[in-house]
């Protein structure tokens, strides 16, 4: 019986120092501060973004600026990272500091604007599918369309 006790009793202090080495011991998040577009800011606040990020050990804080604002009025030394709106003040940013490497992590989908009449026709001829209340165009086959100059009225249908 005092066997068994024992036994219990080691299994149940090794299992106490391995929680307790977890909590305690583990590495904090680096601190990460960035500056971003106000567009980006959402993201960023978003709490399953936020224990995304200190998963990989990444505790970041952002503060808002406008991309020509970054590009331009701030002391880009005093941030890990910078996060404008478009290319442009990415370029510039760039220019300005030398850093030569760039990350795109999302793009924001490009939405086009048109009659519901040129939508079924692009439906028709293959080029695009009705969702249910909005389309998606197969951009492969709508872009020989516009770099051969084809009109709407053109197309059969």
């Not at 009793?9 to 090794?14: F, R």
């Not at 941030?79 to 290319?87: E, K, L, N, R």
Request: charged share 20%; aromatic share 10%; no cysteine.
């Amino acid at each position: 019986m005092d066997r068994t006790r024992t036994l219990f009793v080691v299994i149940l202090g090794v299992t106490a120092v391995t929680i307790l080495g977890i909590f305690l011991f583990r590495p904090k998040p680096d601190p990460v501060v960035g500056l971003v577009g106000s567009e980006k800011i959402p993201f960023f606040q978003d709490e399953r973004v936020q224990e995304a990020l200190r998963r990989n050990g990444l505790d970041v804080t952002v503060h808002k600026a406008g991309s020509r604002e970054i590009a331009t009025e701030f002391n880009l030394d005093e941030y890990d990272f910078v996060f404008p709106a478009g290319v442009p003040a990415a370029q510039k940013i760039q220019q300005e500091t030398g850093v030569s490497t760039s990350y795109n992590p999302f793009f924001t989908p490009m939405a086009i604007a048109s009659w519901k009449p040129i939508a079924d026709l692009f439906v028709q001829q293959g080029i695009a599918r009705d969702e249910g209340g909005y389309y998606l165009l197969d951009m492969e086959k709508l872009l020989p369309l516009l770099q051969n100059e084809v009109r709407w009225n053109e197309l059969q249908g």
